[in-house]
Nanobody, 126 residues
Framework: VQLQASGGGLVQAGGSLRLSCGTSGGTFTMNGMGWFRQAPEKAREFVAAVRWGDTRPYYADSVKGRFTISRDNAKNAVYLEMNSLKPEDTAVYYC????????????????????WGQGTQVTVSS
């Protein structure tokens, strides 16, 4: 299974971007799907995640109210709508997926996700 992320780019502070992540090469449905990001010289951090059948996604406090995660189960795809972008959102964004359902306490743990996209750069200028 391969994940392919796209949609990154350069945007001014206050602007918006929409990231997309599709899967290929597999026949099973991904249960947990999410986004993480990594800024230069910083550890990879959780951004947002959604599990199959959940009505409530999970967000990092730093993006709550500005970012919206959604998924298309038929396509095994996940999206991240990013609004009111800030310079501190600058990072490489990675999509992640797991065929197993991450338990609630681990949904923010990158080790719960066995499949990763290649990353897409998001740069927010001030």
């Amino acid at each position: 299974v391969q994940l392919q992320a796209s949609g990154g780019g350069l945007v001014q502070a206050g602007g918006s971007l929409r990231l997309s992540c599709g899967t290929s090469g597999g026949t099973f449905t991904m249960n947990g799907m999410g986004w993480f990001r990594q800024a230069p010289e910083k550890a990879r951090e959780f951004v947002a995640a959604v599990r199959w059948g959940d009505t409530r996604p999970y967000y990092a406090d730093s993006v709550k109210g500005r970012f919206t995660i959604s998924r298309d189960n038929a396509k095994n795809a996940v999206y991240l709508e990013m609004n009111s972008l800030k310079p501190e959102d600058t990072a490489v964004y990675y999509c992640a997926a797991s065929p197993n359902r991450p338990i609630t306490s681990n949904v923010r743990n990158p080790q719960q996700y066995g499949y990763w996209g290649q990353g897409t750069q998001v740069t927010v200028s001030s």
